[in-house]
């Protein structure tokens, strides 16, 4: 259990908060580049309950920035750069909003009164006042640099330069190897980060008490585990007391769920926190996704995900159909909800699945972490053995925020190129192992399909050995 002011330390992330302002420091996910639509490229967004509008400029500007992916310069140079603008959503003149405004010359212009606004916030034109006037070069909106990778817009929303970009898997992934999503869960957001660095939690409520009936593609636990004939979901389900062990990484941290399936054979799923809010694991035997959990405000959260393929090019098409069949738009909520149970239905739950809620496992860690309500109360928890890396992820994030309070450096946060091109991986793999030397197994059979992807390199990354 967590006392009731750290509880609220690790779970308030608004403005000028110590966790707000240590989330701030690193890139977060705004918005899908697919929800952006040719027609009306501009979005109101809300993240850690901050109000902003994003859009795509129509001045020309292309591509990524001009630094591979690091925005040159100070945070001011940086904004708008990458063919995105993120500015805040109100006029600074009487308080209108501008996700209505119209965009031209690369910025937006406010329909009440025609004040226009660059990608930097700057006021660039008040056509109401006097020609001599002066008056617009003093007004400013807040503004943030963005930039686009793998399907979605990045922003940065803290102070001074924004930090390079790691080298992570999801970010060096090909787009074509690559697919992007989101959606609304109605929950802070460190219960749907809890949620994924908890390895005990698969062998029950992903479970199929039938037999699992889906098609594999592009659903979690229906693969074949390499080498067993079993789905993941019948493996994890009948071994259901994995050993966890937690280990500090460069990222954040490396969970490892060891399952003896018999007294030579082991099971070895790895997953990974990537502070301070997104985590890494595997999805079957050749792919993986990164998923961010970002706060819209203290009560609800948007997670984001990048899933890449290291074999074999993704079927985005099919992907996102089964992805926007479970969800409404434009807000991209899901259908299955508190509002209606999260579709509980009492027979599946007797006959086909564990939870009753259908087939889509994303419902199922949903359920569980809204079910906790709009934010855990933490200090009448009893946490045991099993949750290791969820006192871990708590220990971490206390400290990070005491030591980012005091200027000092944070996990993941790279302060040079350099030191972004050593944040690799994570490494992120299901896979059977003998019991012993099960440690130098996995880096083998990691070893082995990197050697097989086209992108990924032929070796196990050094910062990850």
């Known amino acids: 259990m967590l006392r009731r002011e750290d509880n609220e330390r690790v779970t308030r992330t608004g403005p000028g908060t110590p966790l707000g302002q240590l989330m701030r420091a690193y890139w977060q996910p705004v918005a899908l580049v697919s929800e952006m639509s040719d027609e009306r490229p501009v979005k109101a967004i809300r993240i850690m309950s901050e109000d902003l509008v994003l859009f795509r400029r129509d001045d020309g500007a292309q591509g990524d920035d001009a630094q591979g992916g690091h925005a040159p310069g100070t945070g001011e140079e940086a904004a708008g750069t990458g063919g995105w603008g993120l500015v805040g959503r109100f006029c600074a003149h009487?308080?209108?909003?501008?996700?209505?405004?119209?965009?031209?010359?690369?910025?937006?212009?406010?329909?009440?009164?025609?004040?226009?606004?660059?990608?930097?916030?700057?006021?660039?034109?008040?056509?109401?006042?006097?020609?001599?006037?002066?008056?617009?070069?003093?007004?400013?909106?807040?503004?943030?640099?963005?930039?686009?990778?793998?399907?979605?817009?990045?922003?940065?929303?803290?102070?001074?330069?924004?930090?390079?970009?790691?080298?992570?898997?999801?970010?060096?992934?090909?787009?074509?190897?690559?697919?992007?999503?989101?959606?609304?869960?109605?929950?802070?957001?460190?219960?749907?980060?809890?949620?994924?660095?908890?390895?005990?939690?698969?062998?029950?409520?992903?479970?199929?008490?039938?037999?699992?009936?889906?098609?594999?593609?592009?659903?979690?636990?229906?693969?074949?585990?390499?080498?067993?004939?079993?789905?993941?979901?019948?493996?994890?389900?009948?071994?259901?007391?994995?050993?966890?062990?937690?280990?500090?990484?460069?990222?954040?941290?490396?969970?490892?769920?060891?399952?003896?399936?018999?007294?030579?054979?082991?099971?070895?799923?790895?997953?990974?926190?990537?502070?301070?809010?997104?985590?890494?694991?595997?999805?079957?035997?050749?792919?993986?996704?990164?998923?961010?959990?970002?706060?819209?405000?203290?009560e609800n959260h948007y997670w984001f995900m990048i899933l890449y393929d290291f074999e074999e090019v993704t079927d985005q098409e099919t992907l996102l159909a089964q992805r926007l069949a479970e969800v409404s738009l434009p807000d991209y909520r899901p259908l299955r909800n508190r509002t209606n149970d999260w579709g509980f239905d009492p027979r599946e739950q007797r006959e086909l699945t564990y939870t009753g809620m259908g087939l889509d496992i994303n419902v199922h860690d949903q359920w569980a972490v809204e079910s906790m309500g709009p934010v855990q109360d933490r200090t009448v928890e009893r946490l045991g053995v099993s949750d290791r890396a969820v006192t871990a992820n708590r220990r971490l994030l206390l400290k990070a925020i005491t030591s980012f309070e005091s200027g000092n450096p944070v996990p993941g946060l790279p302060l040079d190129a350099r030191e972004a091109e050593e944040l690799t991986g994570p490494l992120a793999i299901d896979t059977i192992t003998p019991a012993d030397g099960w440690e130098e197994a996995w880096r083998l059979r990691e070893s082995e399909r990197r050697a097989r992807s086209p992108w990924a390199g032929r070796e196990v990354p050094r910062a990850q050995r």
């Open 94 to 298: 009487r308080g209108v909003d501008l996700s209505f405004g119209r965009r031209e010359s690369g910025g937006l212009r406010c329909l009440y009164h025609g004040w226009l606004y660059g990608p930097d916030g700057r006021c660039l034109e008040q056509p109401a006042e006097p020609e001599h006037s002066n008056f617009a070069a003093k007004v400013r909106i807040p503004s943030y640099p963005c930039v686009e990778r793998n399907g979605i817009v990045f922003a940065y929303l803290g102070t001074g330069d924004p930090p390079p970009f790691p080298a992570y898997d999801c970010f060096r992934a090909p787009e074509e190897y690559t697919f992007a999503f989101k959606g609304w869960w109605e929950c802070n957001w460190l219960q749907g980060v809890e949620g994924g660095i908890d390895p005990s939690h698969v062998s029950f409520l992903h479970r199929f008490v039938g037999e699992d009936p889906r098609e594999v593609y592009g659903q979690q636990f229906s693969e074949e585990v390499e080498g067993t004939g079993k789905k993941l979901s019948e493996l994890v389900g009948a071994s259901f007391r994995p050993d966890i062990e937690v280990e500090s990484a460069e990222h954040g941290l490396r969970v490892f769920a060891l399952r003896d399936l018999t007294e030579d054979v082991r099971h070895v799923r790895i997953t990974n926190l990537v502070f301070p809010n997104a985590f890494v694991v595997p999805f079957g035997n050749g792919k993986a996704f990164c998923q961010w959990h970002v706060p819209i405000d203290d």
